[in-house]
């Protein structure tokens, strides 16, 4: 028998779905309560000649000051998507209190990417 996955993790959104022309800060998500973290990347239709976007995972203490995630600290690649339609996910393994996900560059002509991207907190130290 299967067990239920849904009560056991908590999705947030760092980068609302939206149509990304330019680089983009998501929105830090409070990992405080919980053991386990990972990161969804979604890219949908990539527009423009040569687009190219650079996707960052960050962290920070007091979710103002956001620092890159050292590659130590992260299970995967973070993506550089050119084509879209894709799905990235990563693993946090990291101490800070906050992460995000941010666009770090968006390079090409008038480059568009549909995306989103969800931290996914997990192993709450509180069951519903």
Partial sequence: MRQD???HINPAFSLPPASRTAAANG???DL????????????????????SFTF???????NTTFT???????????????AG???TKLGYHG?????????TAAAGSSPTLLCSA??????????P
């Fill in 5 to 7: 996955l849904a009560n």
């Fill in 27 to 29: 929105t830090g998500v």
């Fill in 32 to 51: 405080a309560g919980f053991d386990a973290a990972a990161i969804v990347i979604e890219a949908g239709a990539a527009g423009g000649t040569t687009p």
């Fill in 56 to 62: 960052e995972v960050q962290d920070s203490d007091d």
């Fill in 68 to 82: 890159p995630v050292s590659s130590d600290f992260l299970e995967g690649t973070e993506p550089v998507i050119t």
């Fill in 85 to 87: 339609n894709s799905i």
């Fill in 95 to 103: 101490i800070k209190r906050y992460v995000r996900v941010a666009i």
């Fill in 118 to 127: 969800l931290v996914i907190r997990g192993k709450g130290r509180v069951k």
